[in-house]
């Protein structure tokens, strides 16, 4: 029988409880290696250039904004994401497909659910929650960016202009106008120096 190397996972983001539920599922399944556990945000591109997993497991309430997903995404292209979020609707887990994630997960799945995610993720494939209820409640967590609104935060966390932003996209200046206002709105923000300040 051909042994199969180890899909590597590491885990971000999490509360306690969480994070050691996450480490007994991964160390249940002998073709799951964890690691990292417990790393850290703020810190996150570099434990992630130095472990090289495979998937990343990441807590969405723990992110300052869904555009991180796409910056991770971008960044870290060869590393699956798969997020974790309390209860996301259909709409929002598309949005995290969208913005670089391979799979979004609800918290309460099960742990037999999170290694298929897992597994699944590891060879590129999309995982979504199934949802019998349509009356899901409002999710906890940043508010959504859409693609084009990740585009348009990247450009102007590097400083370009309404103007170069809507060159290097393709789209007039009023339509990079109305992303950034969007953007403000749903990071909190009134200024460019507001935005640079929530860090990259």
């Known amino acids: 029988m051909q042994s199969r190397t180890a899909i590597t ?11 050691l539920g996450i480490q007994a599922l991964v160390q249940a399944d002998d073709h799951l290696s964890l690691v990292g556990a417990d790393l850290p945000l703020d810190r996150l591109d570099a434990f992630l250039e130095d472990l090289e997993p495979a998937v990343l497991l990441i807590n969405f309430g723990a992110l300052s904004s869904a555009a991180e997903v796409h910056r991770l995404h971008k960044v870290h292209p060869a590393v699956r994401i798969v997020v974790l979020a309390n209860r996301p609707t259909p709409s929002e887990s598309n949005q995290l497909l969208a913005l670089g994630a391979t799979a979004c997960l609800g918290k309460e799945v099960q742990a037999r659910d999170i290694r298929n995610a897992i597994h699944l993720a590891s060879r590129g494939l999309h995982v979504m929650p199934h949802s019998d209820d349509q009356t899901a409640p409002e999710s906890v967590g940043p508010v959504l960016l859409t693609p084009r ?39 909190g923000v009134r200024t460019r120096r507001e935005l640079a300040s929530l860090g990259s």
């Not at 996972?9 to 994070?19: I, T």
């Not at 990740?150 to 202009?161: I, K, P, T």
């Not at 309404?162 to 992303?179: G, M, Q």
């Open 9 to 19: 996972v590491a885990a971000a983001g999490f509360e306690d409880l969480v994070r």
């Open 149 to 187: 609104e990740a585009d348009v935060l990247e450009l102007l966390r590097q400083g370009r202009s309404n103007a170069e932003i809507a060159n290097a996209l393709t789209v007039s200046v009023e339509t990079v106008r109305t992303h950034r206002r969007n953007i403000y709105r749903k990071l």
